[in-house]
């Protein structure tokens, strides 16, 4: 068995020594593997696509979600299986496939678990696995990529605070499998799984095999509303706040946003000119090395 680790050296909060524990951890072992690190944007991608071409079968990465999204794009449709240690702010993809967020953990998991397929998204011709989303969390993943220098939840929930108090929903024509919507909504998320990011648990009825995308639609409240349904997000409960939350689910996702705007995946930010979106569901495109309870109720 192979692994090439493609660590992100900024990733969420300061993380030191990974090449290090990762060189002690295969150290004795009859494992090839190597180590590189990320240099900027996208170059997790450049990374992976080498290491798949060169005959890794393991491609992990280490860092937040915008870095496994990177890492795992060339892996679609390979035989090469992508492995995780989360070393990010929110990791959003490591928590839907319960994969531990202690990283010795996750590292001892990448020599006993087994691939698995699961389903990815695309995003006007971009891939997404865990989470996109157009609206309020757009703008808030723009501000945190563009304005923070700090990594970490505590920076991000900040962004999220003064974008929340100012921000005015603008009506979205939606269209899920061909059903007409109209949405005036805080946050618009096409979800893949059942988290977002940071434990907050978006779309608690999704499952990240089962060939389709979650549109989910938190409406605008008072801010003590909001506030009220916290615990209900985190305890994967928020499908029950009926007076602000909606769900839908299919294969094709389109969005007509009336102009230019923003929308994310898997917390990376993009901008779209005419405001059309198209959300496709991949069905089974993606080996990840997870626990067998990685596929929730199955």
């Given at each position: 068995?192979?692994?090439f680790?493609?660590?992100n ?5 300061r993380?030191s020594g990974?090449g290090?524990r990762i060189?002690?951890?295969?150290a004795?072992r009859?494992?090839?593997?190597e180590?590189?690190y990320?240099?900027?944007r996208?170059?997790?991608s ?12 393991r491609?992990v990465?280490?860092?937040g ?10 892996l679609i449709?390979k035989?090469a299986?992508l492995g995780?240690l989360?070393?990010?702010s929110?990791n959003?993809?490591?928590r839907?496939l319960y994969?531990?967020?202690d990283?010795d953990k ?5 020599v006993?678990?087994e ?7 695309l995003?006007?011709?971009r ?10 969390d757009?703008?808030v993943?723009?501000d945190?990529?563009s ?5 970490g939840?505590?920076?991000y929930?900040?962004?999220?605070a003064?974008?929340?108090?100012a921000?005015?929903?603008v009506?979205?024509?939606?269209s899920v ?5 109209e949405?005036l909504?805080l946050v618009n998320?096409?979800?893949n ?5 940071g ?7 999704a499952?990240m095999?089962?060939?389709l ?5 938190i409406?605008?409240a008072s801010?003590p ?21 909606s769900a ?10 009336g102009?230019?705007a ?17 959300f496709t569901?991949l069905?089974s495109?993606l080996?990840?090395?997870a626990?067998?309870q990685s596929?929730?109720?199955?």
């Amino acid at each position: 068995m192979s692994y090439f680790f493609i660590i992100n050296p900024g990733a969420g909060p300061r993380r030191s020594g990974i090449g290090g524990r990762i060189e002690r951890f295969f150290a004795g072992r009859k494992l090839r593997f190597e180590i590189e690190y990320t240099r900027a944007r996208e170059h997790a991608s450049e990374l992976s696509a080498r290491a798949a071409l060169a005959g890794f079968a393991r491609i992990v990465a280490a860092g937040g979600d915008g870095t496994i999204r990177e890492t795992a794009i060339p892996l679609i449709g390979k035989e090469a299986a992508l492995g995780i240690l989360p070393c990010g702010s929110g990791n959003g993809l490591a928590r839907n496939l319960y994969i531990p967020l202690d990283f010795d953990k996750a590292l001892e998991g990448l020599v006993k678990w087994e691939p698995r397929a699961v389903d990815a998204g695309l995003a006007n011709g971009r891939p997404f696995f865990c989470a996109a989303g157009v609206g309020l969390d757009a703008e808030v993943a723009r501000d945190f990529n563009s304005l923070s220098a700090r990594r970490g939840i505590l920076p991000y929930v900040w962004h999220a605070a003064k974008r929340i108090l100012a921000y005015k929903p603008v009506k979205v024509a939606v269209s899920v499998d061909g059903r007409r919507l109209e949405l005036l909504s805080l946050v618009n998320g096409v979800l893949n799984g059942v988290q977002y990011g940071g434990g907050a648990r978006m779309a608690p009825g999704a499952y990240m095999d089962d060939g389709l995308l979650d549109l989910v639609s938190i409406r605008k409240a008072s801010l003590p509303r909001l506030l009220a349904a916290v615990p209900a997000l985190f305890g994967g409960t928020i499908h029950r706040r009926a007076d602000i939350y909606s769900a839908f689910q299919g294969r094709i996702i389109e969005f007509d946003c009336g102009g230019g705007a923003w929308y994310h995946l898997d917390g990376e930010d993009f901008y779209s000119h005419d405001g059309k979106l198209r959300f496709t569901a991949l069905p089974s495109v993606l080996r990840v090395i997870a626990p067998k309870q990685s596929l929730p109720g199955r």
